[in-house]
């Protein structure tokens, strides 16, 4: 399978790449709006033509890449279902299987960072990979202090999802801040500050709780945006522009 892992710097965003080898259907997980026109020229460039974009959730932080991707390109997407946007083509659930060509996504509901976050499970053949989105992120997770977060969820999520996947799956995350690119759910069960070494649930929750993390930058506009499937908005203050601190992770 052709596989690669894109960043978006101002955001930290990763967006993923995914083409089945034998039918060259692609897919994006998670494209970001201001890499819209470089994603696409990399897909052109490998002589392939985009048919997806495939969201984790309704990003607080950044614009997700979706509309313009199908404007420009034609694309389908794909957002959880539960989100009910009017500007969503394909609906994700947990108990349907998502095909890329010859290639199958697993949507696995993992709410607690939103209500409506679903993570996405794919086997290469040689290995598993799960492209965990905001719900674990690198010795890290996804906050749930805004946008329907809920610790308690997003304890049981991780713990029943992906924590029960085998240890070398390899963990994609949506965003790191400090330049790391992958993990497995061994590493993750292992030196996780919030999660490893068995943390309990309410260990976890206190954690969560005492984070005392800024209001996020962008939500009043990237929320609403997102539920437009990446809509932007029409006047937008330059503080916006500035490259996003872990601490406006959304
Ligand atoms: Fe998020």
Same mark, same amino acid.
């Given at each position: ?9 101002e955001?930290?965003? #990763? ?36 048919? #997806? ?18 404007? *420009? ?21 947990? !108990?349907?299987?998502?095909r ?14 939103t209500?409506?976050?679903? !993570?996405?499970?794919l ?7 799960? $492209?965990?989105?905001?719900?674990? *992120? ?15 969820? *997003? ?21 790191? #801040?400090?330049?790391? $690119? ?10 996780n ?7 309990? *649930? ?29 809509? #932007? ?18």
């Open positions: 399978m052709l596989f690669q892992q894109l960043l978006e710097p955001s930290s965003t #990763y967006t993923y790449l995914i083409s089945c080898p034998d039918t060259g259907i692609t897919a994006l997980i998670d494209p970001v709006l201001e890499t819209v026109d470089r994603d696409l020229s990399l897909i052109q460039q490998l002589g392939l033509k985009l048919n #997806y974009t495939i969201d984790t959730h309704v990003h607080a932080d950044h614009l997700t890449g979706a509309l313009r991707l199908r404007e *420009l390109s034609g694309s389908r997407i794909a957002y959880p279902a539960m989100v009910e946007a009017v500007c969503v083509d394909i609906g994700l659930q947990e !108990a349907e299987a998502f890329i060509g010859n290639l199958t996504l697993q949507p696995l509901f993992t709410p607690g960072h209500d409506h976050h679903h !993570a996405y499970l086997d290469n053949g040689t290995q598993k990979m799960l $492209f965990s989105g905001d719900a674990l *992120l690198i010795d890290a997770c996804g906050r749930t202090d805004f946008q329907s977060g809920d610790a308690r969820s *997003l304890y049981r999520s991780i713990h029943e999802k992906f924590f029960t996947l085998p240890d070398e799956t390899l963990v994609y995350p949506c965003h790191d #801040y400090e330049g790391r $690119f992958v993990s497995t759910i061994a590493q993750e069960k292992t030196r500050p919030r999660l490893g070494q068995n943390k309990s *649930l309410e260990e976890f929750v206190a954690i969560m709780e005492n984070m005392d993390l800024p209001y996020p930058r962008n939500i009043d506009f990237a929320v609403p945006g997102n539920e437009g499937c990446g809509v #932007y908005p029409e006047t937008i203050s330059e503080e916006f522009h500035k490259p996003l601190s872990k601490h406006d992770q959304g």
